[in-house]
Nanobody, 115 residues
Framework: QVQLVESGGDSVQPGGSLRLTCAAS????????MSWYRQTPGKEREVVST????????TYADSVKGRFIISRDNAKDTVYLQMNSLKPEDTGVYFC????????WGQGTPVTVGQ
């Protein structure tokens, strides 16, 4: 049974930082490129960042480039998103999944920037 469990979201002030964690299980994690996605009210879920299977290639949405860093630990079946210089527009619920959103979505972890 595939599970994707996101954690690390919080409410922070603009300029703050958070580190999101996604613990994966039930599939061969190292065989899949992984992505972080963001969903905000009234908008479709969007890709924030993607990392290839061994972590050699990382891509970012223009809106987060230079501020967010994606990484993974295949020994722990975990993918991370370091979020720096957070802005109010980063507010949303963050999810992880494969780069093609192959598996059922987890609960996500909410991030709120500003009041």
């Amino acid at each position: 049974q595939v599970q994707l469990v996101e954690s690390g979201g919080d409410s922070v002030q603009p300029g703050g930082s958070l580190r999101l964690t996604c613990a994966a299980s039930g599939f061969t994690f190292s065989g899949f490129a992984m992505s972080w996605y963001r969903q905000t009210p009234g908008k479709e879920r969007e890709v924030v960042s993607t990392i290839t299977t061994a972590g050699g290639i990382k891509t970012y949405a223009d809106s987060v480039k230079g501020r967010f860093i994606i990484s993974r630990d295949n020994a722990k079946d975990t993918v991370y998103l370091q979020m720096n210089s957070l802005k109010p527009e980063d507010t949303g619920v963050y999810f992880c999944n494969t780069n093609h959103a192959r598996f059922e979505w987890g609960q996500g972890t909410p991030v709120t920037v500003g009041q």
